[in-house]
C-alpha cells in the first residue's frame, strides 16, 4: 500500500514539475469529455422536441386520411361524370359500430372557400368538424368558445376563426358575434351567413410526417360544426387545375379515431385497415396512420442520433488519448537517465510501468474531471447563446425552424460516466506504450544518456 502511495505521490509530482505541458494534455482530454456530454445532450434535446411533435397527433389515437389515387373512381352524378374517391359517412357508422375498442371518433371535411365579412375576402381553408377537434388538435382558444354538442347536435351556424383570419376579416375589431359570409358549391354563390362563437389563439404548422399524413397550416382556418357542413353543402366540390375548373367528389377528408389504451392501438389500426379494404378493395383512397408506431420510431432514432454525436465525440477523446501518449513519450525521452538511476538502485520494470501509468491516469482523471463540470454547463451556456443570438440577430433566428429556435439540452445521465470511463480508459491505453517503453529501457544507458 505504501508503495502505491508513493508512486501517486511521485506521478502527481512529476505532473508539476511541467503544468504548462500537463495543462495542454488535460485540455485534450476534457475538450473531448465535454464534447460527448454537449452532443449527446443538443442531441437529446432535439430529439425530445421531435417526438412531443408526434405525441401532440395522440398516442392512442388512429388517423385515417382521404388520398387522392391516381385514377379514382368516376361516378354519374347530375349530368356529369364525377371522381368520387376517399372516405364514406357509411366508412365512419361501420367503424363507430363495429369496432370496441375505439371509445371517441371525430370526422373532419376540409374544403377550400373564400371567406366574406363586409367588403373583405379571404381565400381560407373550412372545417367541418365536432368538438372534439380542438382537444386533438391542440386548438386554444383566445375569446368566446369552440364548438359545442348543441352546436353539432342542432347544426347550428356557428363559426372559429383562427387567430389570421380574425385579423383579416375583422382587422382592429371584436369579430364575436359578427358574420361572415362562407362561399357556397359554385363559384360567385355567397353562400350562408355564420355568427362567430370564438377565435383561437395562433398555432404553428405541423410537420409532414412520411407520405400518408400531410402537414396542417391552422392560419387561414375557419371551423363549423360538421353537422352544419354536410347540411349546407353538397359533397362534390370545385376545384380549378391549369386554369380549368373541375369537380370532385369527398365526403370526409379523415377520421380520427380515439381508442382505449396504447396496448390495442396496432391491432385496432389493423383491424380499420382490414374493414375499409372490403368497402374501397383496391381503389388504395385513403391512409391509416399511428402516431404511437412514429413515436417508437422516434426513439429508435433518438439512440441512434445519441449513439452517432457521441461516436463523432468520442474522436476527440481519441485525439485527446494521441495527446498523453505523445506527451509521455516525450516525458520518457527527457527522463531517461532519472530511469537509468531508479533501475540500478533496484526499481523493477513494474515500478516504471506503474509511475507512468500513474501519471496517465492521473491527466486523464483530472481531463475528465473537467470536462463533466464543463459539460454539466452545457444547458444554461446553450440557453445564454441562444439568447444574446435572438437579441443581436432576430432576424436570422427567424429563420431557423422552431425546434433549432427553442433548442434546449437535456443532459443524457448514461453520457456523464460513460465519457469519464472512456477518457480515464483511453489514457491507460495510450499510456501503455510509453510505460513499457520506460521499463524495457537498459539501465547502464539510460545512467550513461544525457
Known sequence: MLAW?????????????????SMLTVLGIFIGVASVIWLMAIGEGISIKAQEQIESLGANNIIVRTIKPA??????????????????????????????SIVEMMPVREIRRTFAAGSKEIDGRLVGTTPLYAQLSQIDIDRGTFLSDIDLRE?????????AM?????PGEDPMGKTVRIQGNRPGDTGFPYQVIGVAKSRGATAAIGGSFAGQDFTNDIYIPISTLWSRMRDIVSIRKNGIREEESVELSQMTLRVDGRQHVKETAEIVTATLKKTHKDKEDFAVVVPLELLEQA??????????????AAISLVVGG?????????????RTREIGIRRALGAKQSDI????????IVLSVVGGLVGILVGLACRPVTIGVMYLIKKQMPEMIATLPPVVQDIHPIIVPLSI???????????????????YRAAAMDPSEAVRHE
Open 155 to 163: 347544426a347550428l351556424p356557428h363559426c372559429v376563426l383562427s387567430a
Open 353 to 360: 510501468i506503474r509511475q507512468f501509468l500513474v501519471e496517465t
Open 322 to 334: 494521441i495527446g498523453i501518449m505523445n506527451i509521455m513519450l516525450a516525458t520518457v525521452t527527457e
Open 5 to 21: 502511495f508513493r508512486t501517486w505521490q511521485l506521478g502527481v509530482k512529476s505532473l508539476l514539475l511541467h503544468p504548462m505541458r
Open 417 to 435: 460516466p460513460l465519457a469519464f470511463f472512456i477518457a480515464v480508459v483511453i489514457g491507460v491505453v495510450f499510456g501503455l506504450y510509453p510505460a
Open 166 to 170: 380574425a385579423e383579416k376579416l375583422f
Open 71 to 100: 385514377n379514382p373512381e368516376m361516378a354519374t352524378i347530375g349530368r356529369h361524370p364525377v371522381p368520387t374517391y376517399g372516405l364514406k359517412r357509411e366508412d365512419y357508422e361501420r367503424i363507430e359500430d363495429t369496432i370496441p
Open 299 to 312: 426513439e429508435t432514432t433518438r439512440i441512434m442520433f445519441n449513439v452517432f454525436m457521441g461516436l463523432i
